[in-house]
């Protein structure tokens, strides 16, 4: 089984430094704000309506987006998620 992943920041410096991300969902600019979601985990989210063009016709699409910070779930409230154990 691959090792997890260790979270390289602390969810309190990811929510006090980590900036809005602009998303381009076809054309049309979103913004997702950082977050914490209430798994644990933290990261980016953006949820908004759209209008795209198919076939030369406008629809509007619902958007609902998560970026996840791998690791983020096991991350220690600071200092970043758990050391890896000491060889000795």
Same mark, same amino acid.
């Given at each position: 089984? =691959? =090792? !997890?992943?260790?979270?390289?920041?602390?969810? +309190? %410096? @990811?929510? *006090? &430094? +980590? /900036?809005? $991300? !602009?998303? %381009?969902?076809?054309?049309? =600019?979103?913004? *997702?704000?950082?977050? /914490? @979601?209430?798994?644990?985990? @933290?990261?980016?989210?953006?949820?908004? &309506? +759209?209008? $795209?063009?198919? %076939?030369?016709?406008?629809?509007?699409?619902?958007?609902?987006?998560?970026?996840?910070?791998?690791?983020?779930?096991?991350? &220690? +409230? *600071?200092?970043?998620? %758990? *050391? =890896?154990?000491?060889?000795?």
């Amino acid at each position: 089984m =691959p =090792p !997890k992943t260790i979270c390289p920041i602390s969810r +309190a %410096d @990811f929510l *006090a &430094k +980590a /900036e809005p $991300l !602009k998303i %381009d969902v076809g054309g049309f =600019p979103m913004i *997702a704000e950082p977050r /914490e @979601f209430s798994t644990g985990s @933290f990261g980016w989210y953006v949820n908004g &309506k +759209a209008q $795209l063009t198919v %076939d030369g016709k406008n629809v509007s699409v619902q958007v609902g987006m998560n970026l996840i910070v791998v690791g983020s779930k096991e991350s &220690k +409230a *600071a200092g970043g998620g %758990d *050391a =890896p154990p000491s060889a000795g």
